[in-house]
């Protein structure tokens, strides 16, 4: 984490100078485990994985659970479709423009689906994906374009299923 009065910080590999609020920290799913949910919540809160689902008590919920589930923590979920200048023109099949291009300085939750299913991810202040699932190539290095892509030479098909801007409430 970074001092109170802020400092250089590594996180993914990155040197940040002089950040104020804590960097987002990869947070793992068990192997074959379907907790990517829980992960990516406990990434973008700030709570532990463990915390997470024992509130949860089965980590396989849908997005809403887990969208309700940080707006009781204190935040606010803004789909990102609503945002302003929000691109709604397709770059691809099933892929519209405005997810190819999320505002940065922002955390956001998305689901991505695929033939093999679907699969939540973090989106950090900087526009990289981190990925909760053990067998993801890359790890907080990527940007949504490049995973998305990179997700699609593997499956074949990919789409955005759900892609939510996530803020700490101001005085929660």
């Given at each position: 984490?970074?001092?109170?009065?802020?400092?250089?910080?590594?996180?993914?590999?990155?040197?940040?100078?002089?950040r104020r609020e804590p960097l987002?920290?990869?947070?793992?799913?068990?192997?074959?485990?379907?907790?990517?949910?829980?992960?990516?919540?406990?990434?973008?809160?700030?709570?532990?994985?463990?915390?997470?689902?024992?509130?949860?008590?089965?980590?396989?919920?849908?997005?809403?659970?887990?969208?309700?589930?940080?707006?009781?923590?204190?935040?606010?979920?803004?789909?990102?479709?609503?945002?302003?200048?929000?691109?709604?023109?397709?770059?691809?099949?099933?892929?519209?423009?405005?997810?190819?291009?999320?505002?940065?300085?922002?955390?956001?939750?998305?689901?991505?689906?695929?033939?093999?299913?679907?699969?939540?991810?973090?989106?950090?202040?900087?526009?990289?994906?981190?990925?909760?699932?053990?067998?993801?190539?890359?790890?907080?290095t990527c940007t949504l374009v490049?995973?998305?892509?990179?997700?699609?030479?593997?499956?074949?098909?990919?789409?955005?299923?759900?892609?939510?801007?996530?803020?700490?409430?101001?005085?929660?």
């Open positions: 984490m970074v001092a109170a009065g802020g400092s250089e910080v590594e996180d993914h590999g990155r040197i940040v100078a002089d987002m920290r990869m947070v793992k799913q068990s192997p074959n485990s379907n907790e990517c949910g829980a992960c990516v919540v406990a990434m973008l809160t700030g709570c532990t994985k463990e915390e997470v689902l024992a509130d949860a008590c089965d980590p396989e919920k849908p997005d809403y659970f887990w969208h309700n589930y940080m707006a009781g923590l204190g935040f606010e979920l803004i789909d990102a479709r609503n945002l302003p200048g929000f691109d709604k023109t397709l770059a691809w099949t099933d892929m519209v423009n405005g997810h190819l291009n999320l505002p940065l300085a922002s955390r956001y939750y998305c689901s991505i689906g695929s033939p093999a299913g679907v699969h939540a991810v973090a989106v950090d202040e900087e526009g990289h994906v981190l990925d909760p699932s053990t067998a993801a190539p890359m790890q907080g490049e995973y998305l892509r990179a997700n699609y030479a593997k499956f074949g098909a990919v789409r955005i299923s759900c892609c939510y801007r996530v803020r700490k409430v101001t005085g929660s």
